[in-house]
T-cell receptor, first 113, second 108 residues
Framework: EAQVTQNPRYLITVTGKKLTVTCSQN?????MSWYRQDPGLGLRQIYY???????DKGDVPEGYKVSRKEKRNFPLILESPSPNQTSLYFC????????????FGPGTRLTVL | RKEVEQDPGPFNVPEGATVAFNCTYS??????FFWYRQDCRKEPKLLMS???SGNEDGRFTAQLNRASQYISLLIRDSKLSDSATYLC?????????FGPGTRLSVLP
């Protein structure tokens, strides 16, 4: 089954404790993104990657890191999480830069205390 | 002004009603437009692309007005299962820009 998976789905952590949210897709997509979703603000792009070893900042990259060492994986790293990073996070992928359809992962609900 | 704006709603409509949502965008260079549906904080799923000439998929009709920089979604004969949040997305370059979403509740 073609899908985007994320882990963990739910996470409660404390300020400053490094964490990684994994994202994996099995569709051989080149383009992957991370978004955060907050009430009233919609989906905002954090980082994106156009291919292996090619990543770039989105609209809200502060406090986040990413890596793309393999085509299928695109982990999101929070080196020192803070309460303002409490949010719902989605990973997404699509075939190429200009393809229509993005496939989203199921989301990760993160709470930073 | 936000790049993409939507009326947050909620829109509460009875079953069978026709409801329309608008989405305005500020970047006139936007070339691609979409409507996504999101259920109860689950992942967004593509509902339909929006083409210049307008397009229809069953009870759903999408329109694009480039001159006024807005897209619309019309839902006819609303079903209970249409209750969700509808997100518009525009693509001014290579990245999607999403609106905050409009919540629809279809009531029995």
């Amino acid at each position: 089954e073609a899908q985007v998976t994320q882990n963990p789905r739910y996470l409660i952590t404390v300020t400053g404790k490094k964490l990684t949210v994994t994202c994996s897709q099995n569709m051989n997509h080149e383009y992957m993104s991370w978004y955060r979703q907050d009430p009233g603000l919609g989906l905002r792009q954090i980082y994106y990657s156009m291919n292996v070893e090619v990543t770039d900042k989105g609209d809200v990259p502060e406090g986040y890191k990413v890596s793309r060492k393999e085509k299928r994986n695109f982990p999101l790293i929070l080196e020192s999480p803070s309460p303002n990073q409490t949010s719902l996070y989605f990973c997404a992928s699509r075939i190429g830069r200009y393809e229509n359809e993005q496939f989203f992962g199921p989301g990760t609900r993160l709470t930073v205390l | 002004r936000k790049e993409v704006e939507q009326d947050p709603g909620p829109f509460n409509v009875p079953e069978g009603a026709t409801v329309a949502f608008n989405c305005t965008y500020s970047n006139s260079a936007s070339q691609s437009f979409f409507w996504y549906r999101q259920d109860c904080r689950k992942e967004p799923k593509l509902l339909m692309s929006v083409y210049s000439s307008g397009n229809e998929d069953g009870r759903f009709t999408a329109q694009l007005n480039r001159a006024s920089q807005y897209i619309s979604l019309l839902i006819r004969d609303s079903k209970l299962s249409d209750s969700a949040t509808y997100l518009c997305a525009v693509v001014p370059g290579q990245n999607f820009v999403f609106g905050p979403g409009t919540r629809l509740s279809v009531l029995p």
